[in-house]
């Protein structure tokens, strides 16, 4: 069974496997119809044995399926610091916006700022990415018919400090009143945001004789994607800045299935909790590549 990458929209995107093959290749001949010829990905993804081919050789094809099986597929690559969509198929309404989220999502847990793609002038691709957020850079002579190159610019992931304009968001996350957050500065929290929206928080107080993290909580399609170890770095740096030796943490589900990565990094599970040892294992800042 392919890794699953995500749910988005009622659908289970996944990585491609070879016996996808036919399927995929059929939901991409309906979608792109005429249209094959001037998108030579779509068209080499449109035979099922080329398309099996690309999935087994490690290129970045995914399917999205629904209840009546795989009704999208798409594929991605990295490219000059930006995301490129190779080919976006759907069948079902919802299922390309599924796919391209998935892949902007990818992208962004790389650190990549853009995804771009080639469509063909005029066509129902054109309108559909205009919606999502793309726009035109850049004009090219396709083999059958002009292509567009669309861009959209990533929101980018960041940990920072909690702002008193994150109030409503940081309430719904940690079930506290809003005026806790809105009326005073929180030293010692931090919210994961993607751009403008939070999408978790994390913190880090004294109790009594040592540091504790509250958290990291994160938003369901947020997690497992290296957010909670970040947040987690961010919350023992500012014990460490504030003469904390060790900080503890709750092994919660969340942080549970990263206990060897946690490991790695000084965390040492000890029954229903993470302890870090600050001074033999000090907090360094990092960004999420």
């Given amino acids: 069974m392919a890794p699953t990458v995500g749910h988005s929209s009622g659908f289970i995107v996944r ?10 290749a059929s939901v991409v001949r309906e979608a792109y119809g005429d249209l094959l010829e001037s998108c030579p990905a779509a068209a080499e993804a449109a035979d099922a044995e080329r398309l099996a081919m690309l999935i087994q050789t490690g290129a970045a094809v995914l399917v999205a399926e629904g209840q009546s099986g795989i009704v999208g597929a798409a594929s991605w690559r990295e490219d000059d610091g930006a995301a490129w969509i190779e080919f976006a198929a759907s069948v079902q309404p919802r299922a390309g916006r599924a796919l391209v989220r998935t892949i902007e999502r990818r992208a962004q847990d790389r650190g990549l700022r853009f995804a771009r793609v080639a469509v ?4 129902r691709a054109q309108a559909a990415f205009a919606f999502w957020g793309y726009t035109p850079v850049a004009r090219r002579e396709g083999v059958a018919r002009p292509l567009l190159v669309l861009e959209r610019r990533l929101p980018l992931l960041t940990v920072r400090e909690v702002r008193r304009a994150d109030a409503e968001a940081l309430a719904s996350l940690t079930g506290r009143d809003a005026w806790f957050f809105a009326e005073l500065a929180r030293p010692g929290w931090y919210a994961a945001a993607d751009g403008e929206r939070v999408v978790g928080v994390v913190w880090a107080e004294r109790r009594e004789a040592d540091w504790r993290v509250g958290g990291p909580l994160l938003l369901e399609e947020y997690r497992g994607r290296g957010l ?5 770095e961010r919350a023992a740096q500012y014990a460490a ?3 904390a030796q060790r900080i503890v ?11 060897r990565e946690l490991e790695e990094r000084g965390w040492q599970r000890e029954g229903d909790r993470f302890v870090r040892d600050l001074i033999a294992f000090p907090p360094l800042l990092e960004t999420l590549v």
Wanted: charge should be negative; proline fraction near 12%; avoid cysteine.
């Fill in 249 to 259: 943490a709750a092994a919660s589900p969340l942080l549970i299935p990263l206990a």
């Fill in 15 to 24: 990585a491609a496997e070879p016996a996808d093959a036919p399927t995929a």
């Fill in 120 to 123: 063909v002038e005029g066509s």
């Fill in 241 to 243: 800045m504030h003469g």
């Fill in 228 to 232: 909670e170890r970040w947040m987690l």
